[in-house]
């Protein structure tokens, strides 16, 4: 593993908990790695689990779904949907070769900003220390989807 | 004729004779001797109806080209299905998901003496406690009562690979994945594949491209076993039919085993539980 080695990450947030927890620790001038990409959806069960597996498919080094805290589903039950969703996929994925760092859910509320940057600092981290992504190889012959996104 | 043929085909006759049903589902013998399924409509037929060890397949995926009516003011057609044990459990699962009517199959369940794949036993018939369907219309019986086998851990292979490392895992299913032609007939054969367009076929959004590689492949497995988690019933229809007899129950079995550990689920015990991922439960905090 070489020292230069930045993983790309895709973050896809809850735009009523998450996302809004990122932007507090934005304005609260809180620093994070720049290494995650930031999806804005409408709920963590938004969140297809093929949304995942395709993410890394295409490339990506790490894959995190932030959501509300159970119980504070701007949709009632969203979260507690992606909760047994990513429960299993986190198990599938494992079992098909991707190591267990991969994928990261977890729940961050509005006014966690620290609590974003932290989980964001450690996946990163996790991530890192991991390396690159597998099927990233095989992913670069077509088009770079993810430097496509992010430019 | 053995006795378990004898009793299919009496059952069959007797559905037809009585006009209850319009086609009875089973198996025949090709030219070549290999069974393949058969769709019996029509009395002076019941004799081409055949059972054996090598009948792996899972005829209920026959019932969804069945489930609509053939035209208008014509009634939905009743069919009847020759199915062993695991296989009657997908007809729970269809019927809770309301695919199938239930008043629209008869079910002709066969005592199972375990079903063999290019002539060797099932991995899930080696352990498997049921022998008898959970559902059925008419009981087919055996000749003489069937050994069920010592109860041990079902999941062995799959523990075993828990142990792996990822890049052992990864290595293992990237040479069998590297077989895979994309054919789709694990899909096609799959009694709980029933998409009207299937993700793998999507253009719009394209969810994966149509390249024979294996990132593809995978996310097209990945994909089916987790649209099927909690929904397989472990028939091994898709592993029967693999041209590349690439071990795809393995991806399932993984699925029902956690599936099994988390929400203590079994696939098809009976119509009124739905599977785990389409409900969910405010109390539970899982371990993600």
Redesign the interface.
């Known amino acids: 593993m070489s020292e230069s080695f930045e993983p790309k990450i895709v973050g896809f947030l809850c735009n009523w908990c998450s996302y809004a927890g990122a932007d507090l620790a934005g304005t609260s001038r809180m620093s994070y790695p720049q290494n995650v990409r930031i999806i804005r959806v409408p709920c963590s069960g938004r969140v297809d ?2 949304f995942v ?2 993410t890394l ?1 295409d490339g990506a080094d790490g894959v995190m779904v932030l959501g509300c805290h ?2 504070d589903c701007h949709y009632q ?1 969203g979260n ?2 992606a ?18 760092d991969r994928l990261f ?2 729940w961050v509320s509005a006014s966690e900003g620290k609590k974003f940057s932290e989980v964001v600092t450690s996946f990163t981290e996790k991530v890192r220390n991991i390396g690159p992504n ?2 990233r190889k ?2 670069e012959s ?1 088009i770079d989807v993810l430097e496509e996104v992010s430019s | 004729m053995t006795f378990i043929e004898d009793q299919i085909r009496q059952t069959a006759r007797k559905y037809l004779e009585n006009d209850e049903v319009s086609c009875v589902i089973g198996y025949e013998r090709d030219t070549r001797g290999r069974s393949r399924p058969v769709f019996i409509e029509s009395v002076d037929q019941v004799d081409r109806l055949v059972w054996g060890p090598d009948c792996n397949l899972n005829l209920a995926s026959y019932l969804h080209e069945r489930k609509h009516s053939p035209g208008k003011d014509q009634p939905i057609p009743k069919t009847a299905v020759v199915l062993r044990p695991c296989d009657t459990r997908a007809i729970n699962l269809l019927i809770n998901e309301q695919q199938v009517a239930r008043e629209n199959v008869r079910i002709i369940g066969v005592t199972c003496e375990g079903s063999e794949i290019n002539g060797s036993l099932r991995v899930d018939c080696e352990f498997c406690q049921e022998r008898v369907p959970p559902l059925y219309d008419d009981l087919i019986l055996t000749e003489l009562p069937v050994e069920v086998p010592e109860s041990a851990d079902p999941y062995a292979d799959i523990n075993e690979m828990d142990q792996w490392t990822p890049e052992e895992r990864l290595a293992f299913w990237t040479s069998e994945f590297d077989r895979c032609i994309r054919c789709y007939a694990c899909r096609q054969a799959c009694p709980g594949c029933y998409c009207f367009e299937c993700v793998a076929e999507k253009l719009d959004p394209h969810w994966v491209s149509i390249a024979l590689e294996v990132p593809e492949k995978m996310f097209f497995h990945v994909m089916r076993a987790y649209h099927l988690a909690g929904r397989c019933v472990g028939c091994g229809a898709c592993e029967a039919v693999c041209p590349m007899d690439i071990p795809l129950g393995k991806l399932n079995r993984k699925v029902a085993k956690e599936i099994l550990e988390l929400f203590d689920y079994r696939t098809g015990d009976s119509i009124e539980t739905h599977p785990p991922l389409v409900c969910f439960n405010p109390n539970e905090r899982l371990n993600l």
């Open positions: 689990p093929l597996v395709k498919i159970p119980g039950q507690y949907i909760q047994r969703r990513y429960s299993i996929m986190h198990r599938l994925l494992e079992f098909s070769g991707l190591e267990t859910v977890d597998p099927l095989k992913a077509g």
